[in-house]
């Protein structure tokens, strides 16, 4: 399984595209960590309309950064990868499965 890790602060404008991207991977056997960290906007309604079991969203009360923030997906990854993708960022449509079988390359 990978543990695809993405980390928002105030990110309502991009969030959605970003889960949707990796729910419609051609692999499908990941689970998705996402942590909030203390955003302020509607970036946790947005996360929370998607029902996908694979979704783990994990919520900072506060803004602890990005690197706290990081450190907290990975601890909560169960994976035997990571892949990390940015808030704002789109996955193409078969990248997990590319980067799973080719397991020298950096998820």
């Given at each position: 399984?990978?543990?695809?890790?993405?980390?928002?602060?105030?990110?309502?404008?991009f969030?959605?595209?970003?889960?949707?991207?990796?729910?419609?991977?051609?692999?499908?056997?990941?689970?998705?960590?996402?942590?909030?960290?203390?955003?302020?906007?509607?970036?946790?309604?947005?996360?929370e309309?998607?029902?996908?079991?694979r979704?783990?969203?994990?919520?900072?009360?506060?803004?602890?950064?990005?690197?706290?923030?990081?450190?907290?997906?990975l601890?909560?990854?169960?994976?035997?990868?990571i892949?990390?993708?940015?808030?704002?960022?789109?996955a193409?449509?078969?990248?997990?499965k590319?980067?799973?079988?080719?397991?020298?390359?950096?998820?």
């Open positions: 399984m990978v543990s695809v890790n993405i980390v928002v602060y105030n990110g309502a404008r969030i959605a595209d970003a889960i949707q991207s990796i729910i419609d991977q051609t692999y499908t056997d990941f689970e998705l960590i996402i942590v909030d960290d203390g955003s302020t906007d509607k970036t946790v309604s947005i996360i309309t998607f029902n996908d079991k979704i783990h969203i994990i919520k900072h009360k506060k803004n602890l950064g990005s690197l706290n923030a990081r450190i907290t997906a601890d909560a990854s169960n994976g035997e990868y892949a990390i993708l940015d808030a704002d960022d789109i193409m449509p078969n990248r997990l590319i980067q799973s079988e080719d397991r020298k390359s950096v998820l």
